[in-house]
């Protein structure tokens, strides 16, 4: 099914659906069942792809269910797949920073991130490779950077050099990654249009708000677009 635009939607924390405008759909980081902001959408029948951008539970908590449901490939780091792949996820695909992989009109490429890695299995936590990001190359639409769970580091500036995103979905809670500080700053590396901010507001500890990201970026003379928005919320590509 075609759809006329692209459209991200957030389902919480730092779970987000892309439909393209093929009607190609990627979940991203899916943790619905436990998710204090989970909106309680229900998901399509189709999903393309799941894109997992490292191992912690609030990244990773459905991502066997929902493979196993949909028939999807997951697509995650070489070591997190292995990890899938022994919990019976049929369809995997694990690749490392700096490749890419095609779904349907999407070319998926992953890129670093600064975080930390672990995944739960058989009761002990495990190394589960290292933390990426993704960034989604779209047929008719524009491009999108998922940061996933990062601190600002300076090679951003080379993913806005090679790949140029106009959207770019910022973790700003704090705590456990950058708060808004450190997002306006990134956001000013990667000269977005548009700064969809995820992984806030789940726990009392994620203090980031979009309204203190605005600020930010005011007193940084940054332009780039903050979409406020809340879990279920829906955005579209203009």
């Not at 290292?130 to 190359?137: D, H, K, N, R, S």
């Not at 770019?168 to 456990?176: K, N, Q, R, S």
């Amino acid at each position: 099914m075609k759809h006329s635009a692209l459209t991200i939607q957030w389902l919480g924390h730092a779970s987000l659906l892309v439909t393209t405008p093929a009607g190609t759909t990627l979940l991203v980081d899916p943790w619905l069942e436990g998710n204090p902001k989970y909106p309680g959408t229900r998901l399509p029948g189709k999903i393309d792809a799941i894109l997992v951008t490292h191992g912690h539970s609030d990244h990773t908590g459905s991502v066997v269910d929902v493979a196993g449901k949909h028939k999807c490939p997951v697509v995650a780091i070489y070591e997190l797949a292995a990890m899938f792949e022994k919990q019976k996820v049929a369809n995997v695909a694990g690749m490392n920073i700096g490749g890419s992989v095609t779904r349907g009109d999407v070319t998926v490429t992953m890129v670093e991130a600064r975080h930390s890695s672990s995944y739960e299995f058989d009761g002990k936590l495990r190394y589960a490779g290292e933390p990426a990001g993704f960034v989604l190359e779209i047929e008719n639409a524009p491009t999108v950077y998922l940061a996933g769970d990062t601190a600002v580091f300076s090679d951003m500036k080379l993913i806005a050099e090679m790949y140029r995103p106009e959207v770019v979905a910022l973790p700003i809670g704090d705590f456990y990654t950058m708060g808004p500080k450190q997002a306006a700053v990134a956001a000013g590396m990667l000269v977005a249009k548009t700064i969809l901010p995820i992984h806030w507001g789940t726990f009392p500890a994620l203090t980031g708000t979009p309204e203190k990201l605005k600020e930010e970026l005011g007193l940084r003379g940054t332009s780039s677009e903050v979409v406020a928005w809340q879990p279920g919320d829906v955005w579209t590509a203009s």
